[in-house]
């Protein structure tokens, strides 16, 4: 028995030198290939500090700049904004046998596009915002079957898209945008595609109906494509025609054309008169309630808008006339005048009567779920919103003013509450502060312009905690209410200049008729959470499903198809990659993941999908969803990256350090 435990003693300590010596061949094997591909750059100067020779790419915190790695070798390459070009040596990088994701957007590299496809388990491409040219070839991605994102946007690439790409079953994104492919778009049905960018390139013929869930602004910027996504009727096919027709059909055409010439001539003129008569009559519908009123009538403006996102504002003096049931009164509620009253809750910024709205100039911002809304601004310069609710008719005046009055009591740094409101039977008007930089929808959504650069992660950070920092302020205000918020999202949060959320249009539930199924028809966000919709349970965890979509939402910078107006089921996309150990991967690339940072925003990610877990038992507590975000910070300690992401099913999971 003892010379039995000798022998099984030094086999284990032989089996032991065995594995520590093919540990550190493989680690030397991808130290080899990537010395190799970093030598085949121009001005690799950003890799030269961390790629040292007999060194280990991935070493616990230690690992190379720009390497991802997954338990213990190389998984993809985030070279992003480095100034790097030169020739990419995919030879050194088919010894990398872990390498999922190559991510080298926003560099200088040009020439045709290099043979990524040799890689065939590649999943990820990101290589946007280069110089690549010429003509991809057909058969490009036939044997890439594992690719599930392709981003080669912003680039010189021309020729038909190729038809390769359309074959891939697992695809979820493809973003081809801003270059100079031509030819037409084939159809192709892949349940799996979430995000699609055509736009802006040469590409011609009708969009196949494969592609009607994506909206026009995936293939915008194309001439020659049509359809109804892009409201362009497509030219119908006709046969090629008779020669001995030829000639009168020339004869045709050109009376043709002499007749278009002359229609869209009226066209024009009609239209120009009416723009100018338009322009002319500038702001004056706006006087219709006004005059109205000095003649005693019963009569109340109706604004018409039409549904627009925050980011297409439009001015409109496109008010209808309506007859109504008015209440008589005066501003004050005492009254005369033949206007329905308008309750002043806050005179701080002055008092104003619904008159003094309505000869103001209006701008439509939009049409929610609870009704439209538009921005007036007063003779003395105060802008105001004027949200007009169809939705709110589930108590009388007294129970309304007192439910109105308890919201406006509220008083936080991350809420706005109503300057104003008129009470009807059949509708309501609420008067708000105008905030001038809008809603976090309209700057995730809305322009990529300077009010999306400006959020960056510490600012994205700080919209976080400001709304979680509010959120809690109401549950405790509110707390006899099921869901105390119940409207929690990205269009009902508005940004100060300063980056300040503002949470908005919340408390409103006790005032909503009850459906009898509140997941369908209800008009409220909170309403339509996985409880909500399979069992009709209203809870305050419904908040917290809400907070966790629009922190997903925040770090992602995807539009939510939880929002049933398109976009991307942000919530089992995050929750795959985490799960396949890619969190970063589903970052906003506007976003700089910084080292001291990368640990603190996946933290930020784990506790976003935690929240929004569909299972509302496993979902954290609003007090714990809270704390952990607080300990969020804009930048930590090196960690490793997470080794195991948990289905999620603990709550918020700590990230293993």
């Known amino acids: 028995m003892a010379f039995t435990s000798v022998i099984l003693r030094k086999l284990s300590s032989f089996l032991s030198i065995l594995l520590i010596l ?25 890799l030269k500090s961390s790629w040292v020779p007999n060194s280990l790419p991935c070493n616990g915190q230690k690992t190379w700049t720009g390497i991802v790695c997954y338990g213990g070798s190389v998984s993809g390459l ?67 079957d594992s690719l599930k994102k392709i981003w080669i946007s912003n680039n010189n690439l021309e020729g038909e898209i190729p038809p390769s790409v359309f074959q891939l079953s697992h695809l979820l994104e493809l973003h081809l945008e801003n270059n100079k492919f031509s030819g037409k778009i084939l159809s192709f049905n892949q349940p799996t595609l979430r995000s699609l960018n055509l736009s802006h390139n040469q590409l011609v013929g009708k969009i196949p109906d494969t592609l009607s869930k994506f909206n026009s602004t995936s293939f915008s910027g194309n001439a020659g494509l049509c359809g109804e996504k892009l409201s362009k009727a497509c030219p119908p096919e006709s046969p090629p025609p008779d020669p001995e027709d030829t000639k009168k059909d020339s004869i045709k055409t050109i009376a043709a054309v002499v007749t278009l010439a002359l229609m869209l001539l009226s066209v024009a003129i009609i239209l120009i008169i009416r723009w100018r008569r338009k322009k002319n009559k500038g702001s004056d519908d706006f006087n219709v309630l006004e005059n109205e009123s000095n003649n005693n009538s019963n009569r109340a403006a109706d604004v018409s808008v039409q549904i627009l996102p ?28 033949g206007i329905p009253e308008l309750i002043m809750l806050d005179d701080s910024k002055g008092v104003f009567r619904l008159p003094d709205l309505m000869k103001a100039a209006a701008e439509v911002l939009g049409n929610g779920s609870l009704g439209s ?15 007009r609710m169809r939705e709110m008719n589930a108590l009388g005046k007294d129970c309304f003013d007192a439910e109105i009055k308890k919201i406006r009591s509220l008083k936080h740094t991350n809420i706005i509450t109503p300057l104003a409101y008129h009470y009807r039977k059949d509708e309501k008007l609420m008067i708000y502060e105008h905030i001038a930089k809008g809603s976090l929808l309209f700057v995730l959504h809305g322009d990529r312009g300077e009010s999306h650069a400006q959020v960056n992660w510490p600012s994205r950070l700080k919209i ?30 508005l940004l100060t200049q300063e980056n300040e959320p503002l949470l908005t249009d919340f408390g409103f539930s006790p005032m909503i008729n009850p459906r009898d199924n509140p997941a369908t028809s209800a008009p409220i966000f909170a309403y339509k959470s996985p409880e909500a919709a399979h069992l009709g349970r209203i809870t305050p965890k419904c908040d917290v499903y809400c907070l966790g979509l629009v922190i997903l939402e925040i770090l992602t910078g995807k539009f939510p198809s939880q929002y049933g107006k398109g976009g991307t089921d942000i919530i089992e996309w995050v929750q795959t990659s985490i ?50 975000i607080e300990e969020v910070q804009v930048e930590g300690p090196h960690q490793k990256s997470i080794e195991v992401f948990p289905s999620l099913r603990d709550g918020c999971p700590y990230v293993n350090s």
Do not use: W
């Not at 976080?464 to 949060?493: D, F, M, Q, R, W």
């Open 373 to 387: 809304s538009y921005k007036a601004v007063m003779a003395n310069g105060f802008a105001v919103v004027v949200k």
């Open 78 to 144: 985030r070279f992003g904004g480095m100034g790097l070009s030169g020739t990419i040596d995919i030879d050194a990088l088919l010894e990398l046998r872990g390498l999922r994701t190559i991510g080298i957007a926003n560099n200088n590299f040009s020439d045709t596009l290099p043979q990524f496809n040799r890689i065939g388990a590649l999943r990820a491409m990101y290589l946007s915002g280069n110089q690549f040219s010429g003509v991809i070839p057909p058969d490009y991605f036939a044997k890439m």
């Open 310 to 337: 925050a980011s297409q504002k439009v001015e409109t003096t496109e008010f209808k006339r309506k007859n109504s049931s008015s209440r008589k009164g005066s501003h004050t509620g005492k009254g005369g005048g």
């Open 22 to 46: 093919f540990s550190s061949t493989f680690a030397v094997t991808e130290t080899d290939a990537l010395l190799k591909f970093k030598n085949s750059l121009t001005n690799a100067s950003p």
């Open 464 to 493: 976080v905690k400001g709304i979680a920092k509010g959120l809690g302020y109401i549950h405790s205000e509110l707390a006899t209410l099921g869901a105390p918020h119940g409207n929690l999202k990205s269009s009902n949060i």
């Open 579 to 628: 799960a396949e150990g890619r969190g970063l991967e589903i970052l906003d690339p506007e976003i700089e993941v910084q080292k001291k940072s990368a640990g603190q925003i996946e933290k930020l990610i784990i506790i976003g999908a935690a929240c929004a877990e569909s299972n509302p038992d496993i979902r954290p507590e609003l007090g714990e969803a809270i704390s952990r």
